[in-house]
Structure formats: structure tokens, C-alpha cells
């Protein structure tokens, strides 16, 4: 597995912004596919953005045009900037990562409120 480190999350009011930033070990040049996941209290898990190796980038409807997933294959991190954010965005957020096997990151909580 690669081990991955999410920072960056934290309460934001409505509006705001916040930037994710997910940090490795491994290099990431080397895997296929990362992406970001978000889970909100009482619901399942759901993708937020996906960025292949060789930067195509995909995003969730509810997130389009507010969101921008980006990778440094130099500093080994993926980071999501998080625009306009609303108060149904808040759910933990987890780093993922996929090279043939799975590896999840802790997670960090971002709270949308005012």
C-alpha cells in the first residue's frame, strides 16, 4: 500500500475556499490513478476527483467548476482547491490511490458553516 497524508481541512463559511493537499512517500509518477473521496455523516462514500497519471482529470457534477484537482509528480502530492464551498461539501475528505492495490489516507474533516 501507499501511504498517503491528507492536511489542509478545517471549518469555512459558506463562499469560502480551502485547499487539500495529500502527501506521499511513494512516487506518484508511478500510480495511475489518484483521486479524492468525500464522506458525509449518514451517507456512503462518493468520488470528488479523479487525476490519471497523465493528467486527465474528472470531477463529480456536484462539484464542477468549483473544484480543481491537481498532482505534482515533483513534490509526490495531489491537491483538490475547493471553491464556493456550501454547506453540503462538509464530509471528511480521504486521499486515494490505485497501482494495482488500494490505499486510503486517514481522511481530514472539512465544515462548511457559518
Known amino acids: 500500500q501507499v501511504p498517503l497524508v491528507e492536511t489542509g481541512g478545517g471549518l469555512v463559511q459558506p463562499g469560502g475556499s480551502l485547499k487539500l493537499s495529500c502527501a506521499t512517500s511513494?512516487?506518484?509518477?508511478?500510480?495511475?490513478?489518484m483521486a479524492w473521496y468525500r464522506q458525509a455523516p449518514g451517507k456512503q462514500r462518493e468520488l470528488v476527483a479523479v487525476?490519471?497519471?497523465?493528467?486527465?482529470?474528472n470531477y463529480a457534477n456536484s462539484v464542477k467548476g468549483r473544484c480543481t484537482i491537481s498532482r505534482d509528480n515533483a513534490k509526490n502530492t495531489v491537491d483538490l482547491e475547493m471553491d464556493s464551498l456550501k454547506p453540503e461539501d462538509t464530509a471528511v475528505y480521504y486521499c486515494?490511490?490505485?497501482?494495482?492495490?488500494?490505499?486510503w489516507g486517514q481522511g481530514t474533516q472539512v465544515t462548511v458553516s457559518s
Open positions: 486515494y490511490a490505485h497501482n494495482g492495490i488500494e490505499s
Open positions: 511513494a512516487r506518484i509518477s508511478n500510480i495511475y490513478y
Open positions: 487525476i490519471l497519471s497523465g493528467g486527465t482529470t
